[in-house]
C-alpha cells in the first residue's frame, strides 16, 4: 500500500454552490423544474436534413411535454437518455463496490489535498469539501463493503483511520525498496526527499450519507445523436481510484459549451450534427486514453505480486517527485 498525495484542489462543494447562484441570476432565463420525471422522449428522424429536423420532444410523468432543439442527456451511467436513443455501450463489472460517505474531520485544517491510499481490497480516497469536511470513496469487495455498511458510526470511523494510517498490510521489501528509492531521489533531487504530509484523521461521518454502489467501466460508442448529446456518466463510466471521474465530465462540459456558443454566435442551429460531431471527436480523443489509463491503473493495484507492487511504489513515488512529470499528467487529467 502507498500513499498518494494528489495536487490542491478547490472544494468540490463550489460548484455546485456556484450553479445555483448562477441560475438564480439567469432565473429570467432558465426554468429549473424540479421533482419531474421524463416517461418518454420522442425523436426526431435520423434521415432528415439538419434544418429540417424536428425538435426533440420531452413528455413528463404529469402529462406536461416539452420540445427542444437539442437535449443534452446528463444522467449518469444508467442514462434514459442513452438508452431510449440506441446509443451502444461498451460495459463491464469490476468486481468492487464503493462505499461513499462526508467525513467530519478531527479538527479544522487547510483542508485542500486529495488523498489515495492502496489496500489489498482496492484503493481508498479522502477528497476535501471544506476546512472540516471530506468525501469518502472506499473502493473495496462486495462483501467488505457490505460490513462497512453494517458498523456503527464509531466502529465505521475506526475503519477509515486504520485503513488510512495502519501499517499493518505493509510489505517489508516494498518498504525497503520504496525507502532505498526515496534516498537515492533526495540525492538526485534534494527536494524529492522532504517530508510527506499525513491525511487528516476522521471524527464522525454525515448523516445518512453512507452508501455503497458497484464499480464497473462503461463507454458509449456515440456520445451524440440528431439533436441529442451525451455528457459525463452517461458518455463514459470508470473506477474512481484516479478521481477522474468528475473532471472527464467538466472536460464534456467546458467543450461542448464551447461549440454551442460558437454555434449560437454564427445563428447555427444548436441541434445540427456538424458542431455536435466537433464534441464527440474532440471528447473521445481525449477520454479514451484516460480510461485505458485508469482501466490499465485498477488492474495493476489488483495484484499483490511482489515484482509489480515494486514497480507501481517505485511509480507512484517518482511522479510524486518530478514536478515537470506531475505537471504534465495534471495537465492532460484536467482537460
Not at 442514462?79 to 446509443?87: C, D, K, L, N, P
Not at 483511520?161 to 537515492?184: I, K, P
Request: contains cysteine; glycine residues 6%; aromatic residues 8%.
Amino acid at each position: 500500500p502507498w500513499n498518494l498525495q494528489f495536487g490542491s484542489i478547490k472544494s468540490f462543494k463550489q460548484p455546485t454552490t456556484s450553479l445555483t447562484k448562477q441560475l438564480e441570476n439567469l432565473s429570467d432565463q432558465v426554468r429549473v423544474q424540479y421533482k419531474s420525471k421524463v416517461v418518454k422522449y420522442t425523436w426526431p428522424k435520423s434521415h432528415q436534413v439538419a434544418d429540417a429536423i424536428p425538435w426533440v420532444q420531452v413528455t413528463l410523468a404529469n402529462g406536461q411535454t416539452l420540445q427542444t432543439k437539442l437535449l443534452i442527456g446528463a444522467d449518469g451511467p444508467n442514462s434514459m437518455v442513452r438508452r431510449e436513443a440506441g446509443i451502444p455501450t461498451v460495459k463491464w463489472n469490476y468486481d468492487q463496490s464503493a462505499v461513499v460517505a462526508v467525513l467530519h474531520l478531527s479538527e479544522p485544517t487547510e483542508n485542500n489535498v486529495a488523498w489515495q491510499r492502496f489496500l489489498p481490497t482496492g484503493p481508498i480516497a479522502m477528497l476535501p469539501l471544506s476546512d472540516t469536511e471530506s468525501s469518502l470513496v472506499w473502493s473495496t469487495s462486495h462483501r467488505h463493503a457490505e460490513e462497512l455498511l453494517q458498523l456503527d458510526e464509531e466502529s465505521f470511523v475506526d475503519s477509515i483511520n486504520t485503513a488510512f494510517w495502519s501499517n499493518e498490510n505493509h510489505s517489508e521489501l516494498v518498504e525497503t525498496a520504496g525507502s532505498l528509492f526515496r534516498t537515492a531521489l533526495s540525492v538526485l533531487m534534494p527536494s524529492a526527499g522532504s517530508a510527506r504530509q499525513l491525511p487528516p484523521s476522521v471524527a464522525g461521518i454525515g448523516p445518512k450519507s453512507r452508501i455503497m454502489f458497484p464499480l464497473g467501466m462503461g463507454h458509449a460508442s456515440e456520445y451524440i445523436r440528431h439533436r441529442v448529446a451525451l455528457i459525463g456518466d452517461a458518455a463514459h463510466r470508470v473506477h474512481p481510484l484516479a478521481g477522474q471521474g468528475a473532471n472527464l465530465g467538466f472536460g464534456d462540459v467546458a467543450c461542448l459549451t464551447q461549440l454551442l456558443s460558437q454555434a449560437a454566435f454564427n445563428g447555427k442551429d444548436l441541434g445540427a450534427m456538424q458542431h455536435l460531431l466537433e464534441y464527440e471527436t474532440e471528447r473521445q480523443r481525449h477520454n479514451l486514453p484516460m480510461m485505458a489509463a485508469i482501466d490499465l491503473m485498477k488492474r495493476l493495484y489488483s495484484t499483490n505480486a511482489a515484482p509489480m507492487v515494486v514497480l507501481r511504489t517505485f511509480g507512484l513515488q517518482a511522479t510524486n517527485t518530478l514536478p515537470a512529470m506531475k505537471a504534465q499528467i495534471m495537465a492532460f487529467a484536467s482537460k
